[in-house]
């Protein structure tokens, strides 16, 4: 990024508090799992207990650490935000470059088909998908990112279109420069900015939608995830227990969705101006 967007991003207040709740749901990722008192997938015959000495926040029904699931649930969350965000907006721009560049019937043909992608439902797809395949975690990612990148490529077509008209690329080209050789020296650093939005708002996006299909029950059972966690939790609301699995995974969910919307939308209004309060 630019050094003139990183000043603004440190001077705007929504993004640093996007900032600040997104690095400590990393460094949780990072170093909780060294740290947690036992295996998020081990069973034991402790069972149903309280937060008490031990397990910090009791067990569940199979005797798994709830503690221990939480901070793991961070890191598979951060995998699937990132993971989606960089293949679906790398798909992105290489469709919506590619066709700003071509132009003509490569133009027509790519976009045609990213609008056909466009009018299906991705939560239908999703869903399908993982019904009858019941996706582990690369396999999901890579699902994610297939019905995620459309909306990345026309916006990464619009912006090229109007980059590739500029004095500094036109010069280029008059020079010599073949035509992705003045995209990725001229171009794609003034597409920066767009894309670091639009990695930030696939990151959401992935970890919205993987959590609502972990808590449907339609992902890998094996994985543990915060969608999970809450689904499960729901089937033991006749205990009091069920409180301290569902409360910290729903919290945790919800300042990552959180982080991840604060810092999109500060980085939007720093891209674009116009969105800024009173312009």
Known sequence: MHINY??????NRIARVGTGLLGLIILVALVGPVLVPHSPVEHS???????GDG?????NDVGQDIFSRLVWGARTSLVVAVGVAVLSMLLGIMVGAGAALAGGWVDNLLMRFTDALLTIPPVLVIILVAAYLQPGLPLLVL??????WPVGA???????LTLKQ????????????GQWQAFYKHVLPDLTPVITVGLVQNARRA????????FLGITDPGTVSWGMMIQHALKFSYLDVWQWWLLPAGAALALTVL??????YALEEIVDPRLRPGV
Do not use: C, M, N
């Open 154 to 160: 026309r916006v990464i077509r619009a912006q090229t």
């Open 55 to 59: 397990h910090w926040l009791g067990t």
């Open 45 to 51: 015959v402790d069972v149903l207990l309280p937060p």
């Open 259 to 264: 982080a991840f919307s604060y810092l999109g």
């Open 143 to 148: 699902t994610l990112a297939l019905i995620g």
């Open 207 to 214: 970890v919205v939608t993987e959590a609502g299909l972990a």
């Open 6 to 11: 990183v000043q603004q991003v440190k001077q």
């Open 166 to 177: 500029r004095t500094h690329v036109y010069a280029a080209r008059t020079f010599g420069a």
